[in-house]
């Protein structure tokens, strides 16, 4: 199979996870080049990082990509991703979608009135333990889902999770909020430990959310979760029949007697080309607390990634833009209840709510 080549536009955190999947799967990933702001930032990273990379945009087009992957700060995804469809090219983009409303709906109008085929890389439903979960949530174990604890992932990724986990697509939704601020003892960075003793004030954020069908979920988190030896991750999500907590699932079996399991990571066998030694020894023992490493997150991406060739040669959508749409829309909401505490936000229609309802 000829490798899916692209241009990765940006150049920082995220726009490495990229660069790193394309050098572990040379076979089905080709980086065409990086697109840098500057030369000099383009120079840079073809010395440190061995890569083609150019501040030129001709010289992108001259390549040919397949796609163009879009990897810059949230608050530019969805501009420079309407530059690219604008100019007919399928773009993958980093979450969220877009950072207000209008840009949301312009996305929208792209693709319905355009044609235009852009991907969210939406990526945290495809990270093995979590696609544990949710596969025995879908498979009914705990009977119909109607409440959720999510302490484990900001914004837009906290918004596509509750709705997975509740099996929700398009809903109006009440939403109730407090943000708080508390010090907390530095531990770990994107740069490795921390050990000087150092305490920063950190905001958490909690939002009530409930469902036009009468689902709940509690959206309960702070940024320190990310990176920090101190503070873990949790999850509840409860039905009728049972509960999947953390790392443990609850039930009650067809003889209508409890039983409790340990659950292990789950490998799409779709995507076995993309499984690794270093992922299958991470995932391999169990453990008790909720762990999302980066190699989790790196091959999330790769299966989107993996997806994406079958949607341009005319399959289904990798991740369908009217969700993405509403992960953001909703991550929107959440701020404007946090930032305005004990007040009812109440969702609007959308254009594309009628996609989904």
């Not at 979590?130 to 918004?159: I, N, R, T, W």
């Not at 709940?216 to 873990?232: E, K, L, N, P, W």
């Not at 409790?260 to 690794?276: D, I, K, M, Q």
């Not at 790196?298 to 009217?322: H, Q």
Request: with cysteine; proline share 4%.
């Amino acid at each position: 199979m000829k490798p899916l080549s692209f241009v990765l536009v940006g150049s920082g955190f995220r726009a490495m996870f990229y660069v790193r999947i394309a050098r572990k799967y040379p076979e089905l990933f080709e980086l065409k080049y990086m697109l840098c702001r500057s030369e000099e930032k383009a120079q840079k990273m073809r010395q440190e990082q061995g890569i083609p990379a150019t501040a030129s945009i001709e010289a992108c087009e001259k390549v040919h990509p397949d796609c163009i992957v879009v990897a810059v700060g949230k608050d530019d995804i969805a501009d420079v991703a309407e530059e690219w469809v604008v100019k007919g090219y399928p773009v993958v983009t980093e979450t969220p979608a877009g950072s207000s409303v209008e840009k949301l709906k312009r996305l929208w109008n792209l693709k319905k009135n355009n044609g235009g085929r852009i991907v969210v890389c939406e990526q945290y439903h495809r990270y093995p333990f979590l696609a544990a979960g949710l596969k025995a949530v879908q498979e009914g174990v705990l009977g119909e889902p109607y409440a959720v604890y999510l302490s484990l992932a900001h914004d837009y990724h906290g918004a596509s999770l509750i709705r997975r986990m509740l099996g929700l697509k398009m809903e109006r939704v009440t939403m109730r909020g407090s943000r708080y601020e508390f010090p907390v003892t530095e531990t770990d960075s994107r740069y490795g430990e921390i050990t000087d003793g150092r305490v920063s004030m950190k905001v958490r954020d909690h939002v009530v959310m409930e469902f036009e069908s009468g689902k709940v979920a509690f959206y309960d988190f702070s940024g320190v979760q990310y990176r920090s030896f101190i503070r873990t991750r949790h999850l509840t999500v409860q039905g009728q029949n049972g509960e999947w907590s953390d790392t443990m699932l609850y039930y009650v079996n067809e003889e209508h007697k409890p039983e409790a399991v340990h659950l292990l990571p789950y490998f799409n066998p779709r995507y076995r080309a993309l499984e690794t030694k270093e992922l299958r020894e991470l995932c391999r023992p169990w453990k008790a607390e909720v762990l999302l490493e980066q190699a989790q997150d790196e091959y999330a991406v790769a299966t989107m990634l993996y997806d994406l060739k079958s949607y341009l040669d005319g399959g289904e959508e990798v991740y369908p833009l009217a969700e993405a749409l509403e992960d953001a829309y909703i991550w929107l909401l959440i701020q404007e209840a946090v930032q305005n505490p004990g007040k009812e936000i109440v969702s609007e229609q959308m254009p594309w709510h009628t996609n989904l309802l």
